[in-house]
């Protein structure tokens, strides 16, 4: 309704070519259903879980995160299942660096095709003098026999450093070196608390490459919410930095204000590859069909004008953006709304709206008015426009009839 079409063409300016991004690819680490449904109003069942991991499974991502076993029964029953039926994705369980967490964590991951155990333990000051009550050494010795009891029970461990952005540096390049001898093949530094900068994580991945031991043995992945709205910005630094994972979720749901959205990181790899010169392995195409299922799922919408998949992401409603839409696409969008897998690009008529846009949306529902004709149905829709937010097609019609809607 009030939707124009514009014709589709074929840019040139948005690589998708898929050998070049497995040759330099980013791992994609999808927590939608751990650190995801930790938020309030996103919980889900275990159905809506296997649901959800089909989804992801046919977007493309490399790892689901499929819970946390330990939290609940109906958590490792989701776990286990999402392990017994996904065939293509490594399937990752949450688990504390204790003995228990770890054994219920690899319990629930045993049918996994590839299983992997996702261990965390906080290095921070604040965390270790207030929530742990342990000494920097502590830390190391705890991690490193949690890493190396899971390593037994599992294909891979990645070892989480919670709230690893307010760590010393020096003293994160030790937990980590430690990890790696243990066992640990994914290195993930997470700003639990949303706090860092686009200059300050790119840094600290510059860093510990350069000071963990054996770094080029394993993978490093960044892991950002959204406290300060950095979250995608933060993790394309880490990857731009050297990160080839990124831990995100659909919409961007998580903890607080969330993680880094997944869409967003994925489109920002493919719209500016030359920039990034890596790519991921998601079918772009599925993003908008998995956004709306997450939102379906759990009755939370995204905002209208939310990058990428939101209402607003490819609608246009002034009159100079809709007239150089209608001239060339490449004005005033710089990805299609199909690689998405959004059908069509929409030019909204409102208030803002010029002739040619009206004329086109006429045209297209059958109504072909002379210049004097349009000039004045254009004064018309104009009082209208003025009085409703959006001129639907019924509207339109009821004008060309000279019925002018009663609003
Ligand atoms: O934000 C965080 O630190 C986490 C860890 C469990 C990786 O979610
Ligand atoms: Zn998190």
């Known amino acids: 309704s009030g939707a124009i079409m514009t014709p589709s063409d074929t840019r040139s300016d948005d690589c998708s070519d898929a050998n070049g991004a497995a040759a330099a690819r980013v791992r994609i680490f999808d927590t939608t259903l751990r650190d995801g449904e930790q938020a309030p109003g996103f919980s889900m069942d275990r159905r809506a879980k296997l649901r959800m991991a089909h989804a992801l499974e046919a977007l493309g991502v490399d790892i689901i995160e499929a819970g946390f076993p330990q939290a609940s029964p109906d958590?490792?029953?989701?776990?286990a299942e999402i392990a017994r039926v996904l065939r293509a994705p490594t399937i990752c369980g949450l688990a504390r660096c204790q003995s228990g967490d770890i054994d219920?964590?690899?319990r629930a991951l045993e049918p996994a095709r590839h299983s992997r155990i996702h261990l965390f333990l906080s290095t921070s000051p604040p965390h270790r003098e207030h929530k742990l009550g342990m000494s920097k050494n502590q830390v190391i010795d705890t991690a490193v026999v949690a890493i190396e009891r899971a390593r037994g029970l599992c294909d891979e461990v990645e070892f989480s450093a919670e709230d690893a952005l307010r760590t010393e540096?020096?003293?994160?390049?030790?937990?980590f070196s430690a990890a790696v001898a243990a066992?640990?093949?994914?290195?993930?530094?997470?700003d639990t608390v949303g706090y860092t900068t686009p200059g300050e994580i790119a840094e600290l991945f510059a860093y510990l490459?350069?000071?963990v031991r054996d770094a080029d043995k394993v993978i490093f992945s960044t892991h950002c919410h959204d406290d300060l709205g950095m979250a995608v910005a933060n993790s394309l630094a880490a990857v731009s930095a050297g990160a080839r994972q990124v831990e995100c979720t659909i919409n961007g749901i998580g903890e607080r204000a969330g993680n880094a959205s997944l869409e967003e990181i994925v489109m920002a790899l493919r719209v500016r590859a030359p920039y990034f010169g890596v790519g991921t392995g998601i079918d772009t195409r599925k993003l908008y069909p998995t956004?709306?299922?997450?939102?379906?799922?759990?009755?939370q919408a995204v905002p209208r004008n939310k990058a990428v998949v939101g209402?607003?992401?490819?609608?246009?409603?002034?009159g100079i953006h809709q007239h150089g839409m209608l001239k060339h696409r490449g004005t005033y969008e710089i990805m299609r709304p199909q690689d998405v897998g959004i059908a069509e690009t929409r030019l909204v008529l409102g208030k803002h709206s010029g002739r040619h846009a009206l004329r086109q949306r006429l045209q297209a529902l059958g109504h072909t008015p002379d210049d004097a004709a349009l000039d004045d149905l254009f004064v018309r829709f104009k009082a209208l426009a003025d009085k409703k937010r959006e001129v639907h097609d019924e509207d339109l019609e009821a004008l060309a009839l000279g019925q002018d809607p009663d609003v």
């Open 209 to 211: 490459r350069r000071h």
């Open 311 to 318: 209402e607003n992401a490819f609608a246009h409603e002034s």
């Open 75 to 79: 958590d490792f029953a989701a776990v």
């Open 104 to 106: 219920t964590t690899a």
């Open 183 to 190: 066992g640990a093949t994914t290195l993930n530094a997470p």
């Open 291 to 299: 956004s709306r299922l997450l939102t379906q799922i759990t009755g």
């Open 169 to 175: 540096p020096d003293y994160l390049a030790e937990v």
